[in-house]
């Protein structure tokens, strides 16, 4: 077998790839600035909860910006890729104009390049790791604008190629949850022959692609093609099926199930226990942006409501606080707050998705957290306690711990709270499983090669992680499948 | 899957349905709930298994309506399909032989109620229920209450049926009268908080189904939660039943009054465009 270095050593090599090296010199690559992504107004983006923000490259800044690569001999960009994609390779492919090459590359390792180039925290993975970062202090090149340009661009050609699927092997499989770990695994189970059904408890398939994730961020529709790609594979979608609930393991395995894949993702709400957290108009995060993306509450031909604020405060500085802030912004909110308990190097969201709220005109309250909230006669929140905090030593996480500030008490003025402080991995199959083995923080405890306890039942992403992102949940996904293959193969024999 | 196969108003704004859900009629115990959705654009909305035949494949559903989802979902017809039907949903009941059980129904809680007055009975308990309600007409489920009861109490607040009074007053003298060992109470959240004072009173075990606003039904999102004990909790994952005389009554009907406004707005312009 050869390693994954001599690999690319040999793709590097292919004749193609040495002229297009000689095309420019070195210098006159790393000269060429970093290119911007072409963005909607803030102004303009602000009133629609459905506008994608980020426009894509176009043709000519895609070509541009792929020339920058340098093709390196030691690619470290691809080190800091979990499902370590052909970085160059795909750029390259760009470079030459074969993009339907280009997509096809990133489609060797990652079922969703272009749910990935649009939400991966690129700055902390691939482009943090790229020679541009690491040795000349400059700019990344931009590997997951390309990589949403690859994809983008087959999706809109028309061509998708549908992978070729192995002939049926008439072994039924069941994948539980339909996040991104379930749908790469679902697709590489599929091409390896399997009959695969993925169960969902919600209506809507695509898990928090679909129901955290908004819009403008990520359309639906880009979920949706690769739904159907899923479906032409002979992948069977059952929506509104809680495994555990509508039907047990016996059940399913009685109905010839033999191989599961458990990726129920982490969907339990935190919330900090302080008092006046009850009140109306505080809510989690999950909550907000379900009503939101899921059930279209921000939309009058949708029966869902959602309380809407002049003032909102979001509890949190990750995505989802991110996501729920922007939200909050496009419902109208005039005051659209996030507090943040930390500093804003500290934040956990994607660097981009801070300064597009930022660019939104949402406030920024770090070194702040709630430790109370007051409510008017009706129950609903009116203002909320912050306490001012200060960094003290560095925690176990290697960042430094966050201090409150004696007698540094402020209230502000609140209608909707959102908290965005985190999520648990849903306990619901645990909790119907005693066989499982799940750690003390309630994730799923997998060997490497993602099988659990019980060897039939391999699992992946946030119910394995924690709360994590889609690019590992989907890594999770791909590697689950190769296991589940091997050892049924070996079952079988 | 999830045909409507049998249709009939109790009275002008409760109404039963029989769905066919061959998986969540085989599954369901009492005590569980579904989550449906009407239409492509509808919420999600709960409502409690009243009754389910296996055989047939279906469930018994009885909404009252009360806004805009519940009133379109009482202007489906037989043969009409739900969009979206999920479940079974919460912690079943505790369901044991423990000596008298007293039921106290109100309003539509009734349905709800039915499946867990069965259970007992089947369970070899005395069961006396208590059935309560504005007026006659809105008097529910009372044969079928009655097949699984050795005594049932109606009581209307108007005197149109039964005893004139509330379903305190019909409790407390069942109370007086025997020994009960266990109660069980449902109906609107002001209805359980003064049984649940009724019985604190006399020191008697007493479990509640909460109907609090839902999303997912899942433990997904919280909107669901109320303090029982002085610990928040679930009301879709942990219940719906919780320890009666540990529920923060007071908040959840602060809590469900949440989107009354807006629920107001929403019903009024249903109402004008049909
Ligand atoms: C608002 C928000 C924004 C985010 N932004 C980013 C981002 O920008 N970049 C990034 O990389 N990551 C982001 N993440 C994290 C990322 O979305 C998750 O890590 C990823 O989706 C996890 O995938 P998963 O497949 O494990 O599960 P999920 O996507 O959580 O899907 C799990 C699915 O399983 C279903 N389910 C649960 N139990 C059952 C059952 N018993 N039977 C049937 N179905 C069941 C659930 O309903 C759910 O749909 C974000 C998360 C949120 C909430
Ligand atoms: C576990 C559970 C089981 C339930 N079982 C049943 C059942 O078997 N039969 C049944 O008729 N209903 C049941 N309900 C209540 C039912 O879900 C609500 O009545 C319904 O969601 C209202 O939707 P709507 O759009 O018609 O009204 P909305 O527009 O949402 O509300 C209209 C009015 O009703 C009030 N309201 C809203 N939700 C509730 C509620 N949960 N309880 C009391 N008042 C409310 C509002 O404050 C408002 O004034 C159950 C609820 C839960 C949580
Ligand atoms: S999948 Fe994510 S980490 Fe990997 S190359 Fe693409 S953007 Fe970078
Ligand atoms: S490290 Fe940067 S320049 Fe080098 S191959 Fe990777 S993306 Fe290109
Ligand atoms: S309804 Fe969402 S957590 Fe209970």
Known sequence: MTTLTEYLKEKRGEEWREDLRKKLKGKERTDIPRVHMPEQEPLERVKYQNMEVNLGLTEEQALVEASRCMDCVNPTCIDGCPVQINIPEFIKNIERKEFALAAQSLKLTSALPAVCGRVCPQEKQCEELCFYTTKLKKDPVAIGYLERFAADWERESGKMSVPECAPSNGIKIAAIGSGPASLSFAGDMAKLGYDVTVFEALHEIGGVLKYGIPEFRLPNSIVDVELDNLRSMGVKFVNNFIVGRTASFDDLKAEGFEGFFVASGAGLPRFMNIPGENYNGVMSSNEYLTRVNLMGAASDEYDTLVMRGKNVAVIGGGNTAMDSVRTAKRLGAERAMIVYRRSRIEMPARVEEVKHAEEEGVEFMNLANPVEYFADETGRVNKMRLQYMELGEPDESGRRRPVAIEGSEKDIDVDLVVVAVGVSPNPLIPSCLPDLKVSRWGTIEVGDNMQSSIPVLFAGGDIVRGGATVILAMGDGRNAAKSMHEYLSEEKK | ?274
């Open chain 2, 1 to 274: 899957m999830n045909r409507i196969v049998e249709k009939e108003f109790f009275s002008e704004n409760v109404v039963k349905l029989v769905v066919e859900a061959p998986l969540i009629a085989k599954a369901r115990k009492p005590g569980n709930f579904v989550i449906l959705r009407v239409s492509e654009k509808g919420e999600r909305i709960p409502l409690t298994i009243a009754a389910a035949d296996e055989q047939k494949g279906t469930i018994t559903l009885i909404a009252q309506k009360v806004g805009v989802s519940t009133e379109k979902l009482a202007k489906m017809e037989v043969g009409d399909k739900l969009i979206d039907l999920v479940g079974p949903l919460g912690k079943a009941t505790e369901i044991h032989k423990v000596g008298t059980i007293l039921a106290c129904g109100g309003g539509v809680g009734v349905a709800p109620l039915l499946p867990i007055v069965e259970g007992f009975k089947k369970a070899g308990n005395r069961v006396i229920s208590v059935l309560a309600a504005r007026s006659k007409d809105l008097i529910i489920l009372e044969d079928e209450i009655r097949k699984w009861s050795d005594e049932v109490i109606i009581m209307t607040d108007d005197g149109s049926y039964g005893r004139k009074g509330l379903v305190t007053q019909g409790a407390e003298e069942i109370i007086q009268r025997e020994k009960i060992d266990e109660c069980i109470a449902i109906g609107p959240a002001i209805m359980m908080k003064f049984t649940a004072l009724l019985t604190k009173k006399y020191e008697i075990p007493t479990q509640a189904s909460l109907n609090s606003m839902m999303v997912d039904g899942t433990g997904m999102c919280g909107a669901c939660r109320v303090t029982v004990g002085g610990k928040t909790k679930f009301t879709c994952v942990d219940g719906p039943e919780f320890d009666a005389h540990q529920i923060d009554f007071d908040e959840m009907l602060m809590r469900l009054g949440g989107y009354r406004k807006e629920e107001q707005v929403a019903f009024e312009q249903y109402c004008k465009i049909n």
